[in-house]
């Protein structure tokens, strides 16, 4: 495995060098990142929604429970015609999720600290953390394109973080 690295080395840099570009493009233009997103999402949930009709169809074939998988892919393929045809929906309902994501989490970190109250010290801390993930879901449900920024660039961050990872790795393994 690691003579294989070594020998394509220049696959880790061609990596690395886009995450990093991306990432640049997630702070320099978050306009065109969130559209890039959209885009791939919308081709994944088409992609995703054939192949589980494709497992629907080879599961009534074999008289096993097909209409989930049916169902399943008209949504993915919905969802995706949706992110193509109404894109700035597709930004705000992930964002949405984001969101209750963050207050469920939150609601559920602040139960678990009541419950942990007689077992544990310091689930003061898991309080507060509840208590964030409620503040910032709540801000994302208040200021939507403010948090589909944020949540661009965060990955932005991430992208940069990662390509400069992998470019390390692949001038090490160079060496």
């Known amino acids: 495995m690691t003579t294989v690295l070594a020998r394509n080395w220049w696959t880790l840099v061609v990596r ?6 991306l990432g640049v493009i997630a702070f320099a233009n978050p306009a065109a990142a969130v559209a890039a997103f959209v885009f791939l999402f919308g081709v994944y949930a088409i992609v995703d929604g054939v192949l589980a009709i494709i497992g629907g169809v080879r599961a009534a074939e074999h008289h ?14 919905l969802a995706g015609i949706i992110a193509f ?8 309902a ?21 419950r942990l109250r007689r077992e544990i010290e310091g689930e003061w801390l898991l309080v507060i953390n509840g208590i964030l993930s409620l503040v910032f879901g709540g801000i994302l449900l208040l200021r939507p394109a403010a948090g589909l920024l944020v949540v661009v660039w965060w990955i932005g961050a991430y992208a ?3 390509g400069i990872v ?7 393994l160079r060496a």
């Open 85 to 92: 045809g109404a894109p700035a929906v597709a930004a705000f």
């Open 64 to 77: 096993e429970r097909w209409w989930t998988f049916i169902l399943e892919g008209v949504v993915d393929i």
């Open 16 to 21: 690395g060098v886009l995450a990093v570009v």
């Open 94 to 114: 992930l964002v949405l999720v984001v969101a209750f994501w963050a207050i469920i989490t939150g609601v559920l970190e602040l139960l678990a600290a009541i």
């Open 166 to 172: 992998l470019l390390a790795l692949a001038f090490r």
């Open 160 to 162: 940069i973080v990662f």
